[in-house]
């Protein structure tokens, strides 16, 4: 068990680039979450994954945004046009898909957009 | 909808000393899941506790302890003796029990716990 894994750390971007994170699960793990923190809150759910299929998105996720998992192993979050609004910590998590097991949270992706 | 309220923003306590987190939390669901998470300035969620609505007995493990109130919809932490390592952001969460097993989480505010030598 390596954990989920996350790149880059930290990434700066300008006004109007696009961005994208990938997240790497824990293997054996079918479901895969991303969430979005900014400073001083709790993390807001974003979108997740069972296997290749995406499940649920939230009313957060806006156009702009676009998540994958094309083979259900690992997942991408794409941000288009990018507004500084965007800046948080990125967070993937990944879980079982059964006796409801916790989430295994990443180190995040902290986005800053100038 | 779903609402998790944690009143203390910041605490600051001296090594040693036993300090209880609050959480508060909404929901109309009766089945229902409640959680622990710490984050330390490294920045990655560690799991702590989860608990569903049908138990409420008390835990403990370790320093950790904590206390479930259906009537007053609390699920408080307590570490005892703390310790400088102790020091983070902790997060209290709940989630419903959808059919579709999601675990779509949604957090409290976090309380910031310094632990001072």
């Known amino acids: 068990d390596t954990g989920v894994s996350q790149n880059p750390r930290h990434k700066i971007t300008k006004r109007g680039q696009n961005v994208t994170f990938r997240c790497d699960p824990i293997?054996?793990?079918?479901?895969l979450y991303w969430y979005r923190q900014t400073l001083g809150q709790g993390p807001e759910f974003l979108t997740y994954?069972?296997?290749?299929?995406?499940?649920?998105k939230s009313r957060l996720l806006s156009d702009r945004f676009s998540a994958e998992r094309p083979k259900g192993s690992f997942s991408t979050l794409e941000i288009q046009r990018t507004e500084q609004g965007d800046s948080a910590m990125y967070l993937c998590?990944?879980?079982?898909?059964?006796?409801?097991?916790?989430?295994?949270f990443g180190n995040g992706t902290r986005l800053t957009v100038t | 909808a779903q609402k998790v309220t944690q009143a203390q923003t910041e605490i600051s306590v001296v090594e040693k000393e036993d300090v209880t987190l609050d959480c508060v939390y909404e929901?109309?669901?009766?089945?229902?899941?409640l959680f622990w998470y710490k984050q330390p300035p490294s920045g990655e969620l560690v799991f702590l506790i989860r608990?569903?609505?049908?138990?409420?007995q008390n835990e403990i493990s370790g320093r950790y302890s904590w206390n479930f109130q259906k009537s007053t919809s609390s699920f408080n932490f307590t570490i005892t003796a703390s310790q400088v390592v102790d020091s983070a952001v902790y997060f209290c969460?709940?989630?419903?029990?959808?059919?579709?097993?999601?675990?779509?989480?949604?957090f409290g505010k976090g309380t910031k716990l310094t632990v001072n030598p």
């Open positions: 998590a990944s879980s079982l898909n059964r006796g409801k097991s916790p989430l295994h």
């Open positions: 293997s054996e793990h079918n479901r």
């Open positions: 994954f069972q296997n290749e299929a995406q499940l649920e």
């Open positions: 929901t109309r669901d009766t089945t229902y899941y």
């Open positions: 608990r569903n609505s049908f138990d409420e």
């Open positions: 969460a709940l989630s419903e029990d959808p059919q579709g097993g999601s675990e779509k989480l949604v």
